[in-house]
């Protein structure tokens, strides 16, 4: 299954909504996370199952869609959420989308 | 809590082979799988493997089938990756995670191979 990612790059301030975008070739159900990466670190796990927070993630970052398409929307960014964001589909094996890098 | 902890940047010859470890603690071993996912410099995450703790089955990716062995030793707790015929596109940042068909809420620091004559 191939994840595609958009936008590749965006450009915001702090304070904006963002919305990145995740489609997916074939359906995956329920079956899709994403992630925070931040320069030198391991991924951070955000959202799974399109829309479960993970423990300790701030209610700013929500997840939504099913099927093939899906989104994560920050709704205020932080200066610590400029990071890159990689969807998952965990449906059939496992396959990540290239990444939205998000910066200032 | 629950911690990953991965063997030290290595360095390889092409041709060569590594082997990371992932050492688990923190939870029961054979609760979860291992998930094995890479990352070349500048690039995205790949899914390499997993393996199921509990049972022993693994499942590899296509590009690398044939020269990835994943194991566990459920009495140490850790799981190894071994990756063989070492190419210099193989040289990433190896990421182990706990999860077998799932997401990974826990990851491993990660563990540099560099594959360079």
């Known amino acids: 299954i191939v994840m595609t990612q958009s936008p590749a790059t965006l450009s915001v301030s702090p304070g904006e909504r963002v919305i990145l975008s995740c489609r997916a070739s074939?359906?995956?159900?329920?079956?899709l996370a994403w992630y925070q990466q931040k320069p030198g670190q391991a991924p951070r796990l955000l959202i799974y199952?399109?829309?479960t927070r993970a423990t300790g993630v701030p209610d700013r970052f929500s997840g939504s869609g099913s099927g093939t398409e899906f989104t994560l929307t920050i709704s205020a960014l932080q200066p610590e959420d400029f990071a890159v964001y990689f969807c998952?589909?965990?449906?059939?094996?496992?396959?990540f989308g290239g990444g939205s890098r998000v910066d200032i | 809590q629950v911690q990953l902890v991965q063997s030290r940047v290595d360095t390889k010859n092409p041709g060569a082979s590594v082997k990371v470890s992932c050492r688990a603690s923190?939870?029961?071993?054979?609760?979860?799988?291992i998930t094995w996912v890479r990352q070349a410099p500048g690039q995205g995450l790949e899914w390499m493997g997993w393996i199921s703790a509990q049972t022993g089955h693994t499942n590899y990716a296509q590009k690398v089938r044939g020269r990835i062995t994943i194991t566990t030793d459920t009495s140490t707790s850790t799981a190894y990756m071994e990756l063989r015929s070492l190419r210099s596109d193989d040289t990433a940042t190896y990421y182990c995670?706990?999860?077998?068909?799932?997401?990974?809420?826990?990851w491993g620091q990660g563990t540099l191979v560099i594959v360079s004559s």
């Open positions: 995670a706990r999860g077998y068909r799932s997401s990974s809420y826990y």
């Open positions: 199952e399109v829309s």
């Open positions: 998952q589909q965990y449906d059939k094996w496992l396959t």
């Open positions: 074939q359906s995956v159900s329920v079956n």
């Open positions: 923190g939870y029961t071993f054979t609760n979860y799988g």
